[in-house]
């Protein structure tokens, strides 16, 4: 959308095939302008309710979705606003990387997820060898606008930071897809980037990945 990076405003097909057809109340947590829950909405006849740090943005994702609570996530009091076990189906795209605590958040949120409920989360790989080649070979870090290295991440995470995460939490991890980039940002050459995906170095060529958990 006109305005809005694309990298923070699209649908995000790769988190929609994740959400169950039977899900009823869904919470998009970082929902930018709430194209996927408008899709969520339209396939599932879910109510869908977003959290959205951006004032904008979540004036933009009022006309797609039932709710929008606008606001830092992190300073919200969430259970003024839900019942325990309200939802089926929590969604952190690409949010868990920008709090000051991921892991306190992600430990309360259970309390608002549904027995055998899911999270369905998005989270950039910091091994990605391009984080390696920066500080070995250029002797800096890789600041940037978006992607692995976006400026506003608080935190960062490797596979073992991100199975520590869920551990910590009531969830219990049934899947994690891998997403490989051979170059970091969106370039063609990437379509072929799996096949470069050996044992060896498949760890360093993962620029993302998505968590499936369930209570």
């Keep these: 959308m006109i305005g809005f ?40 006849a879910a109510e869908v309710t977003g959290i959205e740090i951006n004032e904008e943005m979540a004036t933009v994702a009022e006309k797609n979705l039932d709710r929008i609570i606008v606001g830092d996530v992190e300073n919200i009091h969430l259970r003024d606003h839900f019942k325990s076990e309200y939802f089926d189906c929590i969604i952190l795209a690409d ?57 506003t991440h608080l935190r960062f995470f490797a596979l073992k930071n991100i199975k520590d995460l869920f551990d910590n939490s009531a969830l219990r991890i049934i899947e994690i897809e891998e997403k490989y980039r051979l170059i970091e940002r969106p370039h063609r050459y990437n379509r072929i980037s799996r096949y470069f995906a050996l044992p060896l170095v498949k760890p360093l060529l993962v620029f993302q990945y998505i968590v499936l958990a369930e209570k």
């Design 5 to 44: 990076h694309p990298s923070y405003s699209d649908p995000r097909d790769d988190i929609l095939k994740y959400v169950p057809n039977q899900a009823r109340r869904v919470l998009d947590v970082g929902c930018s302008i709430g194209l996927l829950g408008k899709t969520i909405k339209e396939r599932c």
């Design 95 to 151: 949010i868990l990387e920008h709090l000051k605590d991921p892991w306190t958040l992600l430990r309360n949120l259970t309390y608002f997820l549904c027995e055998k409920g899911l999270v369905i989360s998005s989270i950039p790989n910091v091994r990605h060898y391009t984080t390696l080649f920066q500080l070995a070979c250029r002797g800096h870090w890789p600041y940037r606008d978006r992607g692995i290295h976006d400026k």
